[in-house]
């Protein structure tokens, strides 16, 4: 089973619609980050969560600590917003320190105009 | 600007070819990555360092090598022991704060 799941895999909406994206994971972690890939391959990082809530335009990421649980949400989704979204984490390690992060497989979204 | 480059884009190479991909930041960040994709996978680790003449290896290290003599350099080169090296890597640091940045990708196949 990987330590982080993600799910849809694969998300087709219409323009204007709410999107959510869920990421579950399975370790203890100091962070959770939310990425996008667009196709050319290149990765932007949107969010860095350790607890509560952040929002940045009509992105909005929550996480709970407790259930080990993060969304993602697009409010009046676009085309240009069409890509992959993946959820990774900086996984707790004894006495400090990061080894890398471990990622999802990735959500891969597709607005319609 | 700051940033991570990483060259070049697209790399071709016959199989038994050793070939080494570069990665260079001008943030001074300490940490640095080195990532493979694969269709229909997630990002995998293959080495990191945390600091300059010291690196780890990751999950996926066979067949590969890297150096760190530089703060803003972490090469990766793919050996021909590495038996399916057609993939995506990315090279990525981490900020102080544990914030991620990520170069543009070598997207390189073997032949």
């Known amino acids: 089973k990987n330590e982080v799941e993600q799910s849809p895999q694969n998300l087709t909406a219409q323009e204007g619609e709410f999107i959510t994206i869920n990421c579950s994971y399975s370790?203890?972690?100091?962070?959770l980050h939310w990425l996008q890939q667009h196709p050319g391959g290149g990765i932007v990082s949107l969010f860095m969560?350790?607890?509560g809530k952040k929002k940045h335009g009509r992105l909005i990421a929550t996480i709970n600590i407790q259930e080990k649980h993060s969304s993602l949400h697009i409010t009046a989704s676009h085309p240009r917003d069409s890509a992959v979204y993946i959820c990774?984490?900086?996984?707790?390690?004894?006495?400090?320190?990061?080894?890398?992060?471990?990622f999802g497989k990735g959500t891969h979204l597709i607005i319609q105009p | 600007d700051g940033g991570i480059t990483q060259s070049p884009k697209y790399l071709f190479r016959k199989e038994g070819q050793n070939v080494t991909l570069s990665c260079e930041q001008n943030?001074?960040?300490?940490?640095m990555y080195w990532y493979r994709q694969d269709p229909g996978q997630g990002l995998r680790l293959i080495y990191y360092?945390?600091?300059?003449?010291?690196?780890q290896k990751g999950d996926i290290a066979e067949g590969y090598s890297v150096s760190r003599e530089k703060k803003e350099s972490f090469p990766l080169t793919v050996t021909s022991a590495q038996k399916n090296p057609t993939a995506f890597y990315l090279c990525?640091?981490?900020?102080?704060?544990?914030?991620?940045?990520f170069g543009p990708g070598t997207r390189l196949t073997v032949t």
């Open positions: 969560l350790s607890s």
């Open positions: 370790v203890g972690i100091s962070a």
């Open positions: 943030l001074n960040h300490d940490a």
């Open positions: 360092s945390q600091i300059v003449n010291d690196f």
């Open positions: 990774a984490v900086d996984r707790l390690l004894a006495g400090g320190g990061a080894d890398g992060l471990t």
């Open positions: 990525a640091s981490r900020g102080p704060t544990y914030e991620q940045y």
